[in-house]
């Protein structure tokens, strides 16, 4: 049901405290809670947290009076999310093992779902879209599914954090992760820092993954792009022409570099005129005797007598 490096990894039991180093509550932990206090339906509503873990945010929300049942296939962790709701009758939840892949929960029986974890360790496209149809099929209508995803660019981020990209076993986890986004860890038990087995989301994919239509602002955001790539690329294509025109002149013979065969042959300056002022366009500073002197009104035009 689990890659068997995913389930020793968590197996160590350190995911309990991963989200609250040194008993203080992670950056994101808290951009995490701030995502799901503004999108999530308001309580009592229905919530299940696929891969929930041992509960880290099945605690706070039951808390906040959601019902919420936690599915997760690590057995370690269902355990502990079971001792996380026994705590106090104010975090009350329910916990069972459980596949992302193939949810136990009825069709429409949910007002949200929570997918924090199957996204990233679910390393095939085709496991991934099997675990978003799940989510979709026991979503009520109007519910809401809110999926998490590791970012392309993770390890490198890391690296370059921790000053791992130099460590002759991180550096090519960085290389494969770019290349195609499946992070493995060659050395789980000696380097577990480095994660385990996972996919590495690039934006675009998880889009095209997850069937999420562009926002307004971001298809506006695209069509800018691509109006100003056109308009890059036929700036280029006038310039190349433009150059092959100076270097040959009528009939293939090279040509002058004057002004007047340049403005005749180069698109920018026919648009906008010639490269310099023609005689009767000079421009030429202006002196004290092109100046009326004030004691010297300027004369005006008299009507002729009559």
């Known amino acids: 049901m689990i890659d068997p490096a995913i389930e020793t990894h968590y197996g160590t039991g350190y995911e309990r405290s991963r989200l609250f180093p040194g008993g203080q509550p992670s ?48 057995p370690l962790h269902v355990d502990q999310a079971r001792q996380a709701s026994g705590a106090g009758p104010a975090a009350r939840f329910t916990a069972a093992l459980g596949d992302a892949r193939e949810l136990a929960e009825p069709d429409a029986s949910q007002d949200a779902v929570l997918l924090f974890g199957p996204l990233y360790h679910l390393t095939r496209a085709g496991q991934r879209r099997q675990a978003l149809a799940q989510a979709r099929r026991v979503l009520a209508p109007g519910g809401r599914l809110l999926a998490m995803a590791v970012s392309r660019f993770a390890s490198l981020l890391d690296g370059l954090y921790a000053d791992w990209l130099d460590d002759p076993v991180f550096g090519p986890i960085v290389d494969q992760d770019l290349a195609d986004g499946q992070h493995r860890n060659p050395d789980p038990v000696g380097r577990p820092q480095f994660f385990t087995t996972a996919y590495f ?7 095209q993954e997850s069937g999420r239509r562009k926002t307004r602002k971001e298809a506006l955001r695209s069509l800018k792009r691509k109006i100003s790539d056109a308009i890059f690329a036929r700036l280029q294509a006038d310039a190349r022409q433009a150059a092959a025109a100076r270097t040959k002149g009528p009939g293939g013979q090279p040509g002058n570099d004057s002004d007047s065969s340049a403005a005749s042959s180069h698109p920018e300056r026919q648009l906008f005129g010639p ?32």
């Open 27 to 74: 950056l994101e932990f808290v951009r995490s809670m701030e995502l799901l206090e503004r999108l999530l339906p308001a309580p009592p509503a229905r919530l299940l947290d696929v891969g929930g873990g041992p509960g880290a945010y099945a605690v706070p929300l039951a808390r906040r009076r959601y019902r919420v049942h936690l599915v997760d296939p690590v």
């Open 201 to 207: 989301h690039a934006p675009r994919l998880l889009r």
């Open 275 to 306: 490269a310099t002022p023609g005689p009767d366009t000079t421009i030429r500073p202006r002196t004290t005797a092109d100046t009326p002197s004030p004691q010297e009104p300027t004369s005006k035009k008299t009507r002729p007598a009559t």
